[in-house]
C-alpha cells in the first residue's frame, strides 16, 4: 500500500497567498495527500477561503505562534511522512510523486530534501538554491540554510521520536528540529526543484532578523558547535548586528 504524505500548514491572516498555498498541494502526482491547516483565528479573508475550498482539513483557532501550530498540526496527521508548508509559500507541481516513490520504495530512507526557488510577493524569481551539503556537521558548523524547510519530508515516527518541534524557539524551530532528525537519520538530497519560498518585508525571518540569528546561535553552540565557526560569525554579524 502506497504511504499517506500529511502536509501541515500554519496560517495566521494570509489570506493573500493561501489559496496558492493549498492549489499547489493539489497540483502534484500523488493520490493519497493529506493537507491540513493550522489557522491562528484569521481576521482576514483566509476563513472565507477555507470554508469554500473542498479537499483541505483546517482548523481555526488561537495559537502560541507558528512552532505550535505546526506541532498540533502534526498531531492531527494520519500519514506517515510529513512536511509541512507556510500558507504564503507553494510547491512546484508534480514533484510530490517523486518524493513518495522513494519513501515507498526505500523504507531506510526516513529524510529527504531538495531545492527551492525564493520569490517575491508577486511569484517573480529572486534567487535559485541548491542545498547539496546536506551533512549534520554543515548544519551545525557552517549553516543553518544547507537544508530547506518547504523541500523536506520527513518520516512522522521519526519526528515523534525526536521530541518534536520545540516550540521554545520562535524564529529556529526548524534549524533545531533538522540538527535532530539528522542525528537519528541521514538525508537523502534529491536534486529537483520542490518549492517556492516568498521572501518579502513583513516575513517573520525578516522581522525578527535578529531574534533569529541569536537563536540559529543557541542551537549551533548547544550542539557543539565553535565560536570560530561561520555559522556563528555569519549570524552574529549580519543579523544580530546587522552588519553587511
Known amino acids: 500500500m502506497k504511504k499517506k504524505i500529511s502536509i501541515v500548514t500554519p496560517s495566521y491572516n494570509q489570506g493573500k497567498f493561501i489559496l496558492d498555498c493549498i492549489n499547489s ?3 502534484q502526482n500523488y493520490d493519497n495527500i493529506e493537507h491540513i491547516i493550522v489557522d491562528g483565528g484569521s481576521t482576514d479573508s483566509t476563513l472565507e477561503i477555507l470554508n469554500k475550498t473542498d479537499g483541505i482539513r483546517w482548523i481555526s483557532e488561537p495559537d502560541k505562534g507558528p512552532a505550535n501550530a505546526i506541532n498540533k498540526g502534526f498531531k492531527l496527521a494520519t500519514g506517515e511522512v510529513l ?9 512546484e507541481e508534480n514533484v510530490i510523486g517523486d518524493i513518495m516513490n522513494i519513501f515507498n520504495s526505500r523504507p531506510e530512507v526516513k529524510i529527504i530534501s531538495g531545492n527551492i526557488n525564493f520569490v517575491d510577493e508577486n511569484k517573480n524569481l529572486i534567487v535559485e538554491t541548491k542545498s547539496n551539503e546536506m551533512i549534520l ?9 544547507i537544508i530547506r524547510q518547504p523541500s523536506t519530508f520527513f ?3 521519526l519526528f515523534w521520536k ?5 516550540e521554545n524557539y520562535k524564529c529556529a524551530f526548524d534549524y533545531d528540529l533538522f540538527i535532530r532528525l539528522f542525528k537519528e537519520s541521514e538525508p537523502l538530497f534529491l536534486d529537483k526543484l520542490i518549492a ?4 518579502y518585508s513583513t516575513t517573520i525571518s525578516r522581522k525578527f532578523v535578529g531574534k533569529q540569528g541569536w537563536e540559529i ?7 557543539g558547535g565553535k565560536i570560530y565557526d561561520r555559522i556563528i560569525l555569519h549570524n552574529f554579524f549580519r543579523k ?3 552588519i553587511r
Do not use: M, P, Q
Open 155 to 157: 518520516d512522522k515516527d
Open 83 to 91: 512536511n509541512w508548508l507556510n500558507s504564503d509559500d507553494y510547491f
Open 240 to 242: 544580530v548586528l546587522g
Open 162 to 166: 525526536v521530541g518534536g518541534i520545540n
Open 25 to 27: 498541494v493539489k497540483n
Open 217 to 223: 546561535i543557541k542551537v549551533a553552540l548547544k550542539n
Open 137 to 145: 556537521e554543515n548544519l551545525i558548523h557552517k549553516s543553518a540554510d
Open 196 to 199: 517556492y519560498t516568498r521572501d
